[in-house]
């Protein structure tokens, strides 16, 4: 069993930056390939960014380059650097563990409980 324990979220004005972390319980921690997903008021959950257990990392092109994934197996934490936040970014973030393919949410095993981000215009 896994748990993910999301943390950052909050209210930043537009062109300004967030960092989540997501903390995960568990000694299998590396060996899952990790990322974000998103939902935004009366849309789906979209996949946002997501890394492997190797490293190589995966982005939305509404993120690329605004948005930094990474892992720190040491500690069994994955962390969102986001930059230049848009309105449209607004959205509650969501933590994810997968055995399969990361940018899918049918592939998921584990679920964060996820962190409100609000960027105002």
């Known amino acids: 069993q896994v748990q993910l324990v999301e943390s950052g979220g909050g209210l930043v004005q537009a062109g300004g930056s967030l960092r989540l972390s997501c903390a995960t319980s568990g000694r299998t921690f590396s060996r899952y390939a990790m990322g974000w997903f998103r939902q935004a008021p009366g849309k789906e959950r979209e996949f946002v960014v997501g890394?492997?257990?190797?490293?190589?990392?995966y982005y939305a092109d509404s993120v690329k380059g605004r948005f930094t994934i990474s892992r720190d197996n040491a500690k069994n934490t994955v962390y969102l650097q986001m930059n230049s936040l848009k309105p449209e970014d607004t959205a509650v973030y969501y933590c994810?563990?997968?055995?399969?393919?990361?940018?899918?949410?049918?592939?998921?095993?584990?679920w964060g409980q996820g962190t409100q981000v609000t960027v105002s215009s």
């Open positions: 994810a563990a997968s055995n399969g393919v990361i940018s899918r949410g049918d592939s998921i095993d584990y």
């Open positions: 890394i492997s257990w190797s490293g190589p990392t």
